[in-house]
Structure formats: structure tokens, C-alpha cells
Nanobody, 121 residues
Framework: QVQLVESGGGLVQAGGSLRLSCAAS????????MGWFRQAPGKEREFVAA????????HYADSVNGRFTISRDNAKSTVYLQMNSLKPEDTAVYYC??????????????WGQGTQVTVSS
């Protein structure tokens, strides 16, 4: 079992930055690929970014590529999402998730409770 707790969300103006954190408890954090997803009101949950177990490989949605950076610190059992040049359309609840599969797969086994990000225009 892995428990995931996100933090770092908040209200920011367009063009600003936020860094989300996701702390994992439980065993063997480094054996999981990690991902970030988001869900805006009235929309389906969508993939944002993922990183491999070591953190050497990453993958991004086209909508955030070049603006967001995913990273992880296995010693701290934490994954991060650095979000720069934020846009109002980035407003959503952001979730982190852990997968026993690879960072390119679409099945995630554990989910956090989410953190709200609101970008004002």
C-alpha cells in the first residue's frame, strides 16, 4: 500500500508559478512510476506528467510541455510538479498517482486526495 498526500496548491495570477509536492508513505516508493493528473470542473480527469522510477525519464501532456517539470526525490519519497507560466486553463484539482507499471502506462494503482490550483486572469 502507498498513501499519497499532495500539497502546494493555491491561487496564483496568470504567468505565475507554483510547485506541487506529493509525499508518499508506505514501502518502496522508488519501485513506482509516478504521475500527475488534473481535473477541471465539468471535465474528465487528464494526464499531466509522469516520471520513471529513477526519475531519469519523463513524459508530458502537450498542453503543459515546456511549462511544467516533474521530478522526484526517492530519498524523501516525494514527487514534485513545478508549474511555470500558468494559464487560467490550468485551473483544476491536481492529483498525484503511483503506478506499478512503467511511466508510459495509463494504469495507476494509488491516488492522492488532490490539491486545488486556481489561476486568475
Amino acid at each position: 500500500q502507498v498513501q499519497l498526500v499532495e500539497s502546494g496548491g493555491g491561487l496564483v495570477q496568470a504567468g505565475g508559478s507554483l510547485r506541487l509536492s506529493c509525499a508518499a508513505s508506505g514501502r518502496s516508493f522508488s519501485t513506482y512510476a509516478m504521475g500527475w493528473f488534473r481535473q477541471a470542473p465539468g471535465k474528465e480527469r487528464e494526464f499531466v506528467a509522469a516520471t520513471s522510477r529513477s526519475g531519469r525519464n519523463t513524459h508530458y501532456a502537450d498542453s503543459v510541455n515546456g511549462r511544467f517539470t516533474i521530478s522526484r526525490d526517492n530519498a524523501k519519497s516525494t514527487v514534485y510538479l513545478q508549474m511555470n507560466s500558468l494559464k487560467p486553463e490550468d485551473t483544476a484539482v491536481y492529483y498525484c498517482a503511483a503506478s506499478r507499471g512503467t511511466y508510459l502506462n495509463d494504469h495507476y494503482d494509488y491516488w492522492g486526495q488532490g490539491t486545488q490550483v486556481t489561476v486568475s486572469s
